[in-house]
Every structure is written in C-alpha cells, then in structure tokens.
C-alpha cells in the first residue's frame, strides 16, 4: 500500500492522462458469441472481456435444479495470458469468490422465480486483464442477460471508486489498484436504486467513504448509458422511435 | 393511456407512470410501469406490455412446436423442444393405451434424431411439457429444411393474418411449417425455392423489428409490391381500442374479433380463467406475440384460483375453451374439436391463413357439424 | 459421459439426410465445395498484456491463443531446449455443450496434437531458448481459448497458434550474478517453417475438408495432417471410430499437402506485415 510515486499530478491528470472524475474508454458489442443465447464483448481500458449467457435451459446435474425458481450460476476466469505473470488455467480463489460477488451482484436484477427448474449460467472469460474486471464483468453480463431475453426487473451498471494520493478518483486501473490507498467496487441498479455489490479494501475515513461511494455510484450511472445505448444500437440500429410498417 | 406511443425499451425502463394494469414482459414499481425484457413497448386494451425481441421459448398449452427427438425411456421419449424444459411425448400416445414396452417396438416408430410437430397438452411450474402427436398434421415430419429462428419472433414471420408467410410461400412454391417455438422447416420441389424462402425467413428474423420489412422481403422474393385489397381488419374491428393507440393494434388486430367473441366473458385480464381462455385462444397464440404468457403470471394465476393448476383445467363454462389437457379423460368429443383445432393450426403454418382466421368460428362449427354427426351415428 | 462433449450433438435425421445426400453428389450444406475450406480471419497481437497473440476465426469456430514467456527449468531429458508448452480450453462460453471444468479428453488431444505439429516441425527452434545449459531456459506457453465452437477446432487452433507465436516477440532475458533479468528489451521469435494443419473427415464413403459442428456429428473417421513450408509431413492423427482405406489416406495426405500451402500463404501474409 505505501505509494512509491506520484499517481496524480499537478494538474490534476493521472497516469492514463485521465481527470479524477473520468471513466475509461468503455466499448461495448453486443451478440458477439454465435452459440450463445446472449454475449457481449467489453473493453473497458485496457480489460477486455467476453461474457455469454446461456439460458434459462435444463439443470444438469437434475439435482441442483430449485422447484420454485431459476438457478443462476455465475463463472468469472482470467484466460492465462491476460495478466503479466502467465496465471495458472485451473480457478483461483480469487475467482472463485468473483465468481460468487458477481452471482449475487446480478440475482436481484433477475426475476428467477419466472423460470422455475431451469438454469442459467453466466460466463465471464477475461481475456486481458486491467482493474476493475469484475466491475466490467458485470456490467457486460447484465447486457448479456438482457440480450438473452431474460426477465430482468433493471440492468445493473458497476464501476469502482478509490483513494489514490489522497484524493477520490473514479475507475482506478491497474496502476492506482496496486498502488493506491484504496479501492471500492460498486454496482447499482439505477432505477431501483439499489446496490448490489459493494467492497473496500483500503483505508478512508467517514468523509472520504461518503465521496468515494457518491462518486462510485455516479461511476455507476455514466456506465448505465454506456450498457443502454450497446442495447439499443443492437436491437433498433439508428432507429430511436418506433415506425410502423406502411400498408 | 391514450397519450402512449410505442416506444423501444430495456429492462429497468419506465414506460408511463400512473395506473395502468401490467401485462406481459412488464412489473409495476410504486407507480411506475417498468419494462422487464428488450423490446417495444405498447398500451393494450387493457394495460401495458412489452414485445420482447430476444428470448427462449417458454412452452405454453396448446402451442404447436417442431421438436425433435433426443432420447428415449422404456415408456416415453424425451423431445427437444428448443426451451428451457425439455418434453415427453408418452409412448402411450403414439401407441395406444394398451402400449406394452415389452410387445411395442418404440424405435420403430421414433428414433432419435426424428424431428415431430407436435402440440402441448400438459405444462405448469411443476412439470415439464407433455405432448401429443395424435391430430392430423402432427406427428413425424419426413421431410425438409429445418432451420431456428428466434421464438419471439415467429409471429412477425406469420405476419397478419398470415400473410408475411404467405408471401413467401407462394413466391418460393414451398410450404413452411412454423412451431410456436421457433422451428421451422421448409419443404418444397426445387431446392431453390427452399433456399430462397429459408434466406426470406431469416431475413424476417434479421429484421424483425425494422420498418416496411414486408416491402423488403417482397423485393428479396421479387414479388410485384400490391397492397393486398384485404379490408382493414384492424381498423374495423378495434373500435373499441383507444385510437391513439389504433396504429399499435395492427399488429394484434388478429385478435380483436376474437376477444369481441368473448364478450359475454368478464373482461377482467387478471381473472385467471380468462387469462387462460384467452391464451388457450390458437389465433392468438398464432398471431400475437403478447399473449405468450409467463410463468411468473401463471403462479399469479395458479395462486388467485385456490391453488388449482388453471393452466390445464378450463371449467365448462368456456365455451370455446380448445380441447382440455387432460389426457386422460379425453373424450371423443374432445378429439373432434382437437381434430378441428389442428386443421385450422396446420391452415395457418401451411399457409391457408383463411381458415386460421375464422379459427374461432371455426371451432364452433366444428363442434356443432360434430354433434350432428354424434346424433347421427 | 464427460468425454466426447461435443460429439454428442444430435443431429436431425432430416438434416443429417439432406447432408449426405448432397455430399453423394459432391455438395455440401452451405453450398461448399467437398475440398473448400470455411473463410479465414486472423488478427493478431489483440491482447497486450501477452508477448503475442492471435484470434482466429475459421467459419464460426473461433480460437484466441496468447504467449507468455517465463524462464524456467528445462524438461527432462531435453536439457539443452527451450520449453514449449501448448495448451488449450474449451470455454463453456464456447457452446451450450460445455461445463467449466478441467478439460475433457477431446480438449486434451486437441491441445496435443495442435503442439504435436508445431513441436515436431520445429517451427519454434529451442535450441535458441537455453539461457544457462541445462539449468535455466526460455519458456513458452501457448495458451488458446475457445471462443465459439462450430467445428474443426483442431485447425482453428492451430492457425490461432501459429499465427500469434508468427507476430510474437519475444522478451530478452540474461543472467547476471546467476539471476534472471529481464532487460526489458525484446527479439523476433527464432521461427525455422510455417507448420500448417488440415484436418478432413470421411462421412460414409467421401472425405471432406474442414469439418462444421454438424458434419462432425455424422463423421465415420477424422484425419488431421500437418505439413511444413516444405510441404513435408510432421505430424499426423487419426481420430475417431471410423477407419480409412489407404487409398483414401493417400488422396487424404495430398489434399493435406495443397491446402496447406493455401493456408500457409495466409499465414505468411502476417509475417510480412510483422516486419
């Protein structure tokens, strides 16, 4: 945690020449993966990911299916060239527990009890690794649900916040989530105004969570246009009104 | 309501605020109407749904489907009906009741790989779908081109009144089959008219959505581009919709005649036996895409009926309630109508939309032409 | 049965029917020609973080394959080599058809047989990997990811392979005071040929180039032959149940040796490119 150099300078621009309140470049296409019954493909900064969804569809194995309701089953893995030391195919701790903050980021999206019996299955294959991948990782599967056609009650928009040279900043990437003091990854669902991941890990005292929350959650917001308009370039092109058909 | 356009919509999306009844694909928040699916949203007669452009195919009663055979136990074979829920077909339906697994060859029957129209007699949150191949035009399909399409968007691909598929059927001198599921398989004499109406159909798949596609398609299949003299439907008919809301009917316009047929029927949509007339209606089913209803609603309704399973129980007050799912206790009667039911299904996937129309009326005739012959014999 | 995942799609007796009809009289679904290869993308150096990489999509199959480069202790038995190692995964992003889980024995021989033509025709000349004899060498994992499955993923991954390890560079490692250092600086990849496989299928009595999703469901016998830039062979599998004549392993080996000089120049184009 200790800072070996500078990470804002004078002017108030970080290593990547962004202002404290700026989000990365973020790229979306929706549909990417033919099989898949939804996929999108994300390149958040420098982190490019793919997530497909397949379902709802039959449990296997049968047991694991719920009477009353959709399981959801989420899978986040790195590709082993996507960090700078080669990482090991097999799941790592680490992925195992994103693999569980993800599921329940998006389960209270979801409305699982329309799909009784059935699964769904979220994969998030990271094919090149830069801060903030689970953040992106969700972002893009809540696109992806919705691409799939599930029942979704709102998208849910995530994107972290964190202490870098003392100050707040918005998306911190690789550099700032080593070096930085802090780093609190949020996703919000905006119309239901509600959080669905929240963590820390880093040190801010009252004033500075406030801020960094605020400006995670507005993070949040300028990441739900980003998913809303892939959406809606997928499904209506350039068209934003509905035309009816001449007869 | 009557200030409400269609517009395109994404989960979390406000439609309107204020009191409208939810229908399909949509969830009230506080006083909001909330969009749950991708799609293009619309004020119904009686409340507010979603079109949804993406999305599996959830099995409902009545719904015929292309399924295809994946394997098979001593007594039933299991069909991929290209759903989340994978479906039986009783060996007994195929067989008789009398079926022996030790005396009855099943394989020789259905093998896996066997592709089969079939329809839904059995399906709630409890089970998975049970089907039937006992109506004319169901059963083993021999032939053609099988190709998926979304299953939301098999009624833009029957078009109204059948005449998006009809377009292409007579252009490309096939005949095209379409499941409910979004299975379609193509049959014709040459195989290029079965290439070009395969390239039609994922056109209309493609483009689901999008403006003057009927033009385009005609294009595609070079058709001269006449507006059909068919009477306006939609506009004599739904009267009693709101006018404002007049344009978005045509593409339900279909079903306007059927529910004024209803009419003595309390016009209540959350009366779960309603609901269930109306889904169980086969021109709906065929042609609009809303009435596809959800699980979700159908706990709704299982729940506001005392627990019954509504979905498969029409009382014997719905009169042009379509031949129950019960199996069991299926009667002669019962196989008249379904017999009659299946024709004017077939009508529609083969292309005589005519009689897919009349379908309500149909089923009426249907049943007095049976009684009369009941009397007779 | 975990094993054999993919082979297990049904295909409709309809569909399966129209196939080998058309197949009887030289055609193909699709339209193909019998000996027409699926087109090719290749784009290479897509993921930065690795020494190099390509995405390869051949028809709707499509392969990332990344690089990364270690240092290392050299095999056993190979003291004075570098270390290639080639791996592969089918994601379950892939298909319906696959779960997360170690990889199954389709995805093992895959990730074998794709390092069995690159290894064997020397594309890549370890000899120039050994930093400290015996002790410390270069090594190399290539790891592909399968994007979306839709047949013949033995070429597929191969090309993806081939074409990152073509546009790779790698870093320069040296020793000082017998540690590791990386000098931050980088080199070509000592490349000796441009391996290239092709894989055909026999359904009843005709054999086919590159195989879809569905052509693989109905094969009797698959055959992937490797060749090198001077359209030497280097490697070879057979696979599946099914057996072929000699004949048909002859007519199979030329096929190997002309469509792959096609591909081949392809494959050449990016080296070009890379400098």
Redesign the interface.
């Known amino acids: 945690m200790s800072q070996t150099r500078s990470l804002i300078d004078k002017q108030g621009k970080r290593t990547d020449g962004r202002t404290v309140e700026q989000l990365r470049e973020v790229k979306m296409a929706v549909g990417v993966v033919k099989n898949a019954?939804?996929s999108v493909f994300i390149e958040f900064g420098k982190n490019k990911i793919i997530v497909a969804v397949y379902?709802?569809?039959?449990v296997h194995p049968k047991h694991m299916a719920q009477?009353?309701r959709c399981v959801l089953r989420c899978r986040y893995h790195m590709s082993p060239f996507s960090t700078d030391t080669r990482k090991n195919p097999a799941p790592s701790r680490r992925e195992v527990e994103i693999s569980k903050v993800m599921r329940e980021a998006l389960e209270p999206?979801l409305?699982l009890?329309?799909?009784?019996?059935?699964?769904i299955d979220v994969y998030v294959e990271v094919l090149q690794a830069d801060g903030g991948s689970r953040c992106a990782g969700i972002s893009a599967a809540s696109v992806a649900l919705?691409?799939?056609?599930?029942?979704?009650?709102?998208?849910v928009a995530a994107c972290a916040a964190g202490k870098v040279d003392d100050k707040i900043v918005l998306d911190i990437n690789d550099t700032e989530d080593k070096e930085g003091g802090a780093d609190m990854p949020v996703a919000y669902?905006?119309?239901?105004d509600e959080v669905t991941l929240l963590q820390l890990d880093g040190i801010l005292t009252r004033d500075q969570f406030n801020q960094c929350f605020d400006t995670a959650v507005e993070g949040c917001k300028m990441v739900y246009e980003i998913q809303?308009q892939a959406?809606?370039q997928k499904?209506?092109?350039n068209?934003?009104?509905?035309?009816?058909?001449?007869? | 309501m009557q200030e409400l356009?269609?517009?395109?919509v994404?989960?979390?999306?406000?439609i309107v605020d204020g009191n409208f009844r939810p229908l399909m694909?949509v969830?009230r928040?506080g006083d909001s109407i909330?969009s749950?699916?991708?799609g293009?949203a619309e004020a119904g007669r009686d409340g507010i749904k979603v079109i949804?452009?993406?999305?599996?195919y959830?099995p409902r009663i009545n719904d015929i489907v292309i399924g295809?055979i994946?394997d098979r136990s001593s007594l039933s074979w299991d069909v991929?009906i290209n759903s989340?829920?994978?479906a039986h077909l009783p060996a007994q339906d195929v067989f008789g009741r009398d079926f022996s697994p030790a005396r009855d060859d099943m394989n020789r029957e259905m093998?896996?790989?066997?592709?089969i129209t079939a329809r839904i007699i059995a399906f709630d949150?409890?089970r998975?779908p049970m089907l039937t191949v006992q109506d004319r035009d169901l059963g083993k399909?021999p032939?053609?081109?099988?190709l998926k399409i979304s299953a939301?968007r098999v009624p833009r691909l029957i078009g109204k009144r059948g005449s998006m598929i009809q377009t292409i059927e007579q252009a490309t001198q096939t005949r095209v089959i379409i499941g409910q599921n979004g299975v379609v398989?193509v049959t014709g004499r040459s195989q290029g008219g079965i290439e070009l109406a395969v390239k039609a159909i994922k056109m209309v798949e493609e483009e689901a959505?999008?403006?003057?596609?009927?033009q385009r398609i005609k294009v595609l299949l070079n058709v001269p581009d006449t507006?059909p003299a068919q009477p306006q439907l939609s506009q004599s008919t739904s009267s009693s919709v709101p006018a404002a809301m007049s344009?978005?009917s045509?593409d339900i316009s279909e079903v306007s005649p059927t529910k004024s047929e209803l009419q003595s029927a309390p016009n209540d949509i959350q009366q779960p036996l309603r609901k269930e007339q109306q889904s169980q209606d086969k021109e709906e089913q065929e042609q609009q895409p809303s009435s596809r209803h959800?699980?979700?609603q159908e706990?709704a309704s299982v729940s506001s009926s005392d627990g019954s399973p509504s979905s498969s129980s029409p009382t014997s007050a719905d009169a042009i309630s379509l031949p129950s799912s019960h199996s069991k206790s299926r009667s002669q009667d019962e196989r008249g109508r379904k017999s009659d039911d299946q024709r004017s299904v077939a009508g529609v996937t083969g292309g005589d939309t005519r009689k897919a129309k009349t379908y309500v009326k149909g089923v009426h005739e249907g049943l007095q032409e049976h009684d009369k012959k009941e009397a007779n014999s | 049965m975990s094993a054999s995942k993919r082979s297990t799609i049904?295909?409709?007796?309809?569909?399966?029917q129209?196939m080998l009809d058309l197949i009887s009289v030289g055609k193909r679904l699709q339209g193909r020609a019998l000996d027409e290869m699926r087109p090719l993308e290749i784009e290479v150096d897509i993921i930065k973080k690795a020494n190099g990489s390509a995405k390869v999509k051949l028809g709707d199959s499509e392969v990332v394959a990344g690089i990364k480069v270690e240092t290392g202790e050299p095999f056993e038995g190979l003291e004075n080599k570098g270390a290639l190692i080639i791996q592969a995964e089918v994601l379950p992003i892939a298909s319906p058809h696959v779960e997360p889980g170690p990889p199954d024995e389709d995805t093992i021989e895959l990730a074998r047989v794709v390092d069995r033509g690159i290894r064997e025709s020397e594309m890549l000349n370890l000899d120039k990997l050994v930093l400290v004899p015996g002790k410390i060498v270069y090594t190399v994992f290539v790891d592909c990811s399968i994007i979306n499955t839709d047949g013949n993923l033995l070429d597929a991954t191969s090309y993806a392979v081939v074409s990152a390890l073509l546009s790779c560079k790698l870093p320069v490692f040296e020793i000082h005071d017998g540690k590791v250092v990386d000098t931050g600086k980088t080199q070509d990849p000592p490349l000796t040929t441009i391996p290239v496989s092709i894989t055909q299928v026999r359904i009843g009595d005709t054999i086919i180039l590159d195989p879809t999703a569905e052509e693989e469901a109905c094969m009797n016998a698959r055959i992937t032959i490797t060749t090198n830039s001077e359209s030497c062979y280097a490697a070879i599998q057979k696979g599946f149940t099914g057996g072929f004549t000699i004949e048909q392993i002859k007519k199979a080996a030329e096929t190997a040796r002309i469509k792959g000089e096609q591909v081949r120049a392809k494959l050449q184009e990016l080296t070009n490119k890379n400098g």
Not at chain 1, 113 to 119: L, V
Not at chain 2, 5 to 8: L, P, T
Not at chain 2, 52 to 56: A, D, I, Q, R
Not at chain 2, 111 to 115: E, I, Q
């Open positions: 019954d939804g379902g709802p569809r039959e009477s009353d999206a409305m009890e329309d799909y009784p019996r059935a699964a919705a691409d799939a056609g599930i029942n979704m009650r709102d998208l669902m905006p119309h239901l809303k959406l809606m499904y209506f092109g068209e934003t009104e509905v035309k009816e058909e001449v007869q | 356009k269609r517009k395109y994404i989960p979390g999306d406000k694909n969830i928040i909330i749950t699916r991708i293009i949804p452009l993406s999305g599996v959830i295809k994946v991929d989340c829920f994978s093998a896996t790989g066997d592709l949150r409890t998975d399909i032939r053609g081109e099988s939301t398989v959505h999008t403006s003057n596609l009927t507006t344009a978005t045509k959800h699980l979700g706990k | 049904i295909v409709e007796h309809l569909r399966r129209q």
